[in-house]
């Protein structure tokens, strides 16, 4: 490819936000700006991708995006819907003689050789020659991202006494339960976190939370001697806590951006790397359950000095940042190279 030319992308994805944010993350780093395509498949591509691959040029349903030339330079794909887009896109560019990059991200369940590059967290246990392995999952964050976000939201959290901590809450998934008990539990260490620092909660939810779990959170800290801001409009500048549960514009970035420090729940793999993509200290907070992939995550991160578990206080330590966009970024470069103008 020209280096006078920016290559073209698209992303393959079914529309699911964790995906789409691995794969936005490394168009980021390769500054490209992507067209996002939004795959779905028929029956009964739906139900055996990526094991069923015969007559792909079938596969894709009318609800879902076209794949119809002009065809890209680069593709990334996530996802088993996004996977089985990505190789009917590159059996069909394969015919034409045009050149084309496949990348997946995430584990590809089929030999990596399907794709020109792989990109998967090392507790996936996947190898092979173009296979590039992560310590956590490629994500958006940078320090740019970081210092238009913090700036966006310095009326909300400039206020907030110091140490500000961000607190990233889940819930239960297939491998992690999150009961009230749980929820129950960590309150108290929040507000108890808070009135021995005498600092600040940015606390950010999701839908895995759940609305009893949310309840039981908000109930104790609008009990401390702290206000808590996060109403039906979203969070207001007048509080030492915020509680953000997808009302009004997303402060998940400016919290990082401002934090000291980050408390995450363990079930998350997104959430924990792009909070130690930030080099903040990162404690995690238990969670009953697990899984072996999961064990080998965060037992990784931990023997790399990135994250602790959460017992109750915080603690500082330093480390170098993950940078696992920019390390996947460099692998997909030198693939584009190859392609002539």
């Known amino acids: 490819m020209s280096p006078s030319r920016q290559a073209t992308c698209w992303i393959l994805t079914k529309g699911v936000i964790g995906m789409d944010n691995q794969c936005l993350g490394l168009a980021d780093a390769l500054k490209t700006t992507p067209v996002v395509k939004r795959i779905v498949l028929r029956t009964p591509w739906k139900q055996l991708a990526p094991y069923w691959r015969m007559n792909l040029n079938y596969a894709l349903s009318r609800e879902s995006d076209s794949l119809a030339p002009p065809w890209p330079d680069l593709v990334i794909a996530a996802g088993r819907a996004g996977g089985t887009a990505a190789l009917l896109l590159k059996q069909r560019a394969r015919k034409q003689r045009h050149p084309l990059v496949t990348v997946y991200i ?50 909300m959290f400039e206020p907030l006494p110091s140490p500000r901590i961000a607190v990233c809450i889940g819930g239960r998934n297939a491998v992690y339960d999150f009961e009230e008990e749980d929820m129950t539990t960590l309150a108290a260490q929040l507000v108890e976190l808070a009135e021995q620092t005498q600092g600040s909660l940015m606390i950010t939810t999701s839908r895995r939370t759940g609305e009893k779990n949310l309840s039981i959170l908000r109930d104790a800290l609008e009990q401390t001697s702290l206000s808590l801001a996060g109403g039906p409009q979203g969070p207001t500048r007048q509080s030492q806590h915020i509680l953000w549960t997808g009302q009004g514009p997303n402060p998940y970035c400016a919290m990082l951006a401002w934090a000291d420090a980050v408390l995450v729940t363990a079930d998350s793999v997104n959430m924990i790397s792009e909070a130690c993509t930030t080099g903040l200290p990162v404690h995690v907070i238990p969670l009953k359950g697990g899984s072996p992939k999961f064990r080998r995550f965060h037992q990784s991160l931990r023997d790399d000095g990135l994250t602790r578990p959460f017992q109750g206080k915080l603690e500082h330590w330093s480390y170098n940042p993950l940078q696992d966009a920019e390390l996947v970024a460099a692998r997909v470069r030198a693939l584009l190279e190859t392609i002539t103008s």
């Open 106 to 155: 995430q584990n590809p369940f089929i030999d990596p050789r399907h794709f020109d590059l792989v990109a998967v967290p090392r507790h996936d246990n996947v190898w092979g020659d173009n296979v590039v392995t992560t310590r956590g999952s490629i994500n958006r964050i940078t320090p740019a991202l970081l210092t238009r976000e913090k700036e966006i939201f310095r009326q």
